[in-house]
């Protein structure tokens, strides 16, 4: 594999985020807040969102100068503000490819640096068995499973929780 690299949003990414977002099956496997049909729309405004924040909190996926996907954490807050929740997703045509394992690679190293997040969880659905071997070869256990706790596609499905520790000090 070439070098993957995460990168700040910029709007000129807004065409090929639709490329690889526009994608039931990738609809399938996130929340349902992610649009679907994705639109430029839909890409110009998570860019406009996520391209500004300080410190930046979601990143594009890069690989030999083309977007193949899509990671980031959620800061939690209050008296858990030591939790960052992250998601993540791969444009279809690059599964398969260790591409989700380095870039919660680079993401947790990023968020060690900040010294702020001591746990990390992942919120998967049952039949995401990929994604679940992505967290496993990051170190990430299955802290627990809520059964019957989403309905996606009109259906209900349990929700798997993978948990990693990070070291603050």
Known sequence: MQELI???WQKTDAAALVFIANNRNI???????FPQPYTVNDALKWIEIHGTKHPCQNYAIWLDEQLVG???FVPQEYERRHVAEIGYFIGEPF???QIATTAIQQLLTIMQQEKKYSRIEAYVYGKNTASMKVLKKNQFFLEGIQHKAAIKNNKIQDIYIWVRFLETA
């Open 70 to 72: 899509s990671i980031g």
């Open 6 to 8: 995460l990168k700040k």
């Open 95 to 97: 599964w398969g490819k």
């Open 27 to 33: 609809f399938d496997q996130v929340r349902d807040s």
